[in-house]
């Protein structure tokens, strides 16, 4: 099944399970989502768990947060990245401190889905990748899944998780395709999923760009490099076990993301790795993300923005020198 | 009030719709044919609104526009071809193709820009007037925007600034029934828009959003008492898109009869029949709408050839400090 389908299976599977779990966000039930990933829903729970609001992105999560503090698990859905920066103030103000604020009186078990990334030409309010915005909230949990499988596991831990979680689909991942165990547990979050072995370089990234990743790595192999490819999975809290024993090993640290480099979560980690490990490293641990320009619109200039196969090639055959 | 209106400038007000309309039919059907990328909105059905209203403003009135924005920056006078540019994303297009569809903008004409953040546009064009009214300027400004945007935050908040303030704003809300996928009056309470203007203190009337010649008189009185009085007026223009909300959207979730009813009352149409009734040759209307085919397709060849942004494009206009690396 596809990445939405795997969501959409998951969030199923709660909301059957789960009386409290419902969802709230805009143009949800007519046709299921901007990517289906509501697909037939509401047909099945019901208009009064399959929430259609008004366009209102500040009360679409402050209600969220509320609802969450009354013995509901809400889901909500922000469409975008860009519009959840609409509800920044609920987001950052009000679900991720509640419970710290008022002493443990209470918990904001929420979901907040915001999908990230570059998809075909939406230009610079559209494309955005705001990771990292959210992992420098205390309170907050941010997922990022890069395939089917990891898309059903997380959403049903997101969901499961008594904390506000961020979970942060990538757009151009909606229609890729992957086996799913409809069975599947929930994943624990704060684990990384090693999505190829290796020896010489350790390559950390997430969502979109694992693919890409891993196209680079079957490429470094072919000219004598073992790369191994980190999945991060979940932002925070990040498997910092998994890539410390990765980069003890191979010595270097190379970390991908599609987000703009400067200020990206790609800082810490190579921050993090380098305080722990710098006298294990053999070269310093290298960046690879989007220059710090708003998207632009015209394809080549979009491509421009990309980090591809290549740029991680030549950056990781680089360190090896 | 209500004179005939002179038979010349309702034609002019038919010339620009003609475009609108042609300009929007290339845009749907290229993006559908996967010429254009992202999110292209059409305007088709609406385009007696824009018409209507730009006719009552002057080059150095600004407009501030939303994600539906072709026809707002055409009637305002935009060139087609500058505009078709910038959808292809070549060189020479309004915004040097960074922008594309939803972000089209002309500043030598008073385009503050189409938005792509519902009502974001809204505080924006009440932060012009604010600029208009602190130099003592004579400029209007008209806020264009959606029904789906009377329920976002930042939409009523820039009511209340704007009536605090006494700003020279007109506010256009174009309600063609849907927000997206949801129709509007399942998510929003009251007896609508012009109520909730009325509640900030601002005055305002509904009109027959897809009657140029209602539009446009109702535009012209308001406008002058923006623009006399420098305080805040409303117009609530009903309508109907007669497309998905973009063009990958096929609209389905709309009764066909709904879609028919609306189609049968055609802003474009109804002026042509208003302009043979003044005596004008249906022929010479034809060749007005032919016209503008024509214009678009010189447009549409010309931005097909043009050649894309140079890379180095990709680094300019960020901001003059730090280097965007
Ligand atoms: C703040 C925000 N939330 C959601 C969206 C997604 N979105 C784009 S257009 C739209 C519907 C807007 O409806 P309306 O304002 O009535 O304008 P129309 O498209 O009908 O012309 C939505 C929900 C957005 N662009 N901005």
Redesign the pocket.
């Known amino acids: 099944m596809t990445y939405a389908q795997a969501a959409l299976t998951a969030l199923a599977q709660e909301m059957e399970r789960d009386g409290s779990v419902w969802v709230l966000g805009?143009?949800l039930g007519p046709e299921g989502g901007v990517a289906g990933q509501y697909l037939g829903l509401q047909q099945r729970f019901g208009k009064t768990r399959i929430v259609d609001t008004p366009?209102c992105?500040n009360t679409i999560m402050g209600a969220g947060v509320g609802a969450a503090l009354c013995g509901t698990r809400p889901v909500i859905e922000l469409?975008?990245a860009d519009?959840g920066i609409?509800a920044a103030d609920e987001i950052v103000n009000q679900a991720a401190k509640v419970r710290y604020m008022l002493g443990g009186q209470v918990r904001a078990p929420l979901v907040i889905r915001q999908p990230i990334g570059f998809r075909d030409g939406m230009a610079a309010?559209?494309s955005q990748s705001t990771e990292a915005w959210w992992v420098h909230v205390p309170g907050l949990v941010v997922v990022a899944p890069s395939n089917p499988a990891d898309n059903h596991a997380l959403l049903k831990a997101a969901i499961r998780c008594d904390d506000p979680v961020v979970y942060m689909e990538h757009k151009e991942l909606w229609t890729v395709a992957g086996e799913v165990d409809e069975a599947a547990q929930p994943a624990a979050l704060g684990q990384a999923n090693v999505a190829k072995r290796g020896s010489d370089v350790t390559i950390v990234t997430w969502s979109s760009m694992v693919g890409v990743c891993l196209e680079a790595a079957q490429a470094l192999e072919a000219r004598g490099c073992s790369a191994e490819v980190i999945d991060l999975r979940t932002l925070w809290p990040w498997d910092r076990e998994t890539v410390f024993e990765s980069v003890a090993r191979s010595r270097r640290l190379l970390v991908v993301h599609q987000a703009v480099k400067v200020g990206g979560f790609g800082g810490e980690i190579v921050a993090e790795a380098s305080e722990q490990l710098f006298d294990r490293l053999v070269t310093a641990p290298r960046r690879l993300g989007a220059p710090r320009v708003p998207v632009p619109y015209a394809e080549p200039l979009e491509t421009m923005c990309r980090v591809g196969a290549a740029d991680v090639v030549r950056t990781a055959e680089a360190m090896m020198l | 009030m209500n004179e005939i209106p002179p038979t010349e400038s309702v034609l002019s007000l038919y010339r620009t719709m003609c475009l609108i309309r042609a300009f929007d039919t290339h845009a749907g059907d290229a993006r559908r044919a996967g010429k254009l990328r992202g999110s292209v909105?059409e305007y088709i059905g609406?385009e007696a609104i824009a018409t209507g209203v730009c006719a009552n403003l002057d080059r150095a009135d600004y407009i501030s526009s939303?994600?539906?924005g072709h026809g707002h920056c055409l009637a305002k006078g935009a060139d087609p071809e500058a505009m078709m540019k910038e959808l292809y994303g070549r060189v020479g297009g309004v915004c040097g193709g960074k922008g594309g569809s939803m972000h089209v903008a002309d500043f030598s004409l008073g385009i503050l820009g189409a938005n792509?953040?519902?009502?974001?546009g809204v505080t924006i064009a009440v932060g012009a007037a604010h600029a208009v009214k602190m130099k003592g300027e004579q400029r209007v400004v008209v806020a264009f925007?959606?029904?789906?945007?009377m329920n976002?935050g930042p939409m009523l908040e820039a009511l209340n600034w704007a009536s605090v303030f006494g700003l020279p704003v007109l506010f256009v809300c174009?309600?063609?029934l849907?927000?997206?996928r949801?129709r509007?009056g399942s998510v929003s309470a009251g007896p609508g828009p012009l109520a909730r203007a009325a509640a900030f203190g601002i005055a305002g009337e509904t009109v027959d959003g897809n009657d140029v010649i209602a539009v446009s008189e109702a535009a012209a009185r308001h406008v002058r008492e923006v623009r006399e009085h420098s305080r805040p007026r409303f117009l609530h223009a009903t309508t109907y898109?007669w497309r998905g909300?973009l063009a990958l959207d096929k609209g389905l979730y709309r009764d066909p009869r709904e879609v028919e009813r609306w189609q049968a009352v055609d802003p474009i149409v109804r002026t042509a029949s208003w302009l043979s009734s003044r005596g004008v040759e249906r022929t010479g209307l034809s060749r007005e709408n032919d016209a503008a085919i024509e214009r678009v397709a010189r447009a549409v060849a010309a931005a097909e050839t043009a050649p894309w942004p140079d890379h180095t494009t990709l680094y300019t206009d960020v901001q003059d400090v730090g280097a965007p690396s």
């Open positions: 805009e143009d366009i992105e469409r975008y519009f609409c309010q559209h | 909105h609406q939303y994600h539906r792509g953040v519902v009502a974001d925007f959606g029904d789906g945007a976002r174009e309600d063609n849907y927000s997206d949801t509007t898109r909300h």
